[in-house]
Every structure is written in structure tokens, then in C-alpha cells.
């Protein structure tokens, strides 16, 4: 079966960086638009990057473009993202999610629904 299994959550003050990382099994990778989701506190879930099959096309939600690098490593099925100048308002479950999407251009998944989610690491920003 599909697992999304995500690693590199924690405690990080202020103004910190964090790197999460997600390595997928039971699927063929490279067929997989990739992407990062997050859920905060009395939040609903929320889109935060996304990253198409072989890393050429990028989308971030608005208050992130900037400080979250998202990429992707297909021989080792493994996406990344390294989340710089953290705020209290990053604060939430980041959950690593995959969207079947062979050789398509990010804007194809953009707002679709993904297939398989991971079950989350938890990133909290205080000091």
C-alpha cells in the first residue's frame, strides 16, 4: 500500500528553519505531483507547496513564497521542504501529500484533491 511518511518536525524559535522531509513507498514516484499541506490550531487544512513530477514546476501558497524551498528527489523518492524565517503562524501539522499526475505541469494539480496524505509532523515555532 502507499506510505507517506514525514520526518523532521519540532520545536524552533522565531526567526528559525526547519527542513521536513517525506519518502513515499508503494507508488511509482515519478509519477506523483508532490506537495506539502498544514493544518494549525483550530485550522482547516491549507495548501502550502507543490512540486510536479520532475521538479520543473513549483506553486506555494502567497505567505510562504520566499521562505519555504520545496524539491524533490526521484531516485530516492523523497520530496523536501526547507522552511526558513519561521513565524508563530507556522505553527501546525505539516502533512506530506501525493497527487497522480504523469509528466503534467504543476497548474494541473493546483487546487485538486490529493490522493494520499502522510500522517503528519508537528512544527512548533515559539521561543
Known sequence: QVQLVE????LVE???????TCTASGLTFINYAMGWF???PGKEREFVAAIAWRGMSL???DSVKDR???WRDNTRNTVYQQMTNLTTEDTAVYYC????APKAHISVVTGAEYDYFG?????T???
Do not use: D, E
Request: net charge positive; glycine share 22%; aromatic share 10%.
Open 7 to 10: 520526518s523532521g518536525g519540532g
Open 14 to 20: 522565531p526567526g528559525g528553519s526547519r527542513k521536513l
Open 38 to 40: 498544514r493544518q494549525g
Open 59 to 61: 506553486n506555494y501558497r
Open 68 to 70: 519555504f524551498t520545496i
Open 97 to 100: 501529500a501525493a497527487k497522480y
Open 119 to 123: 500522517q503528519g509532523t508537528q512544527v
Open 125 to 127: 515555532v515559539a521561543s
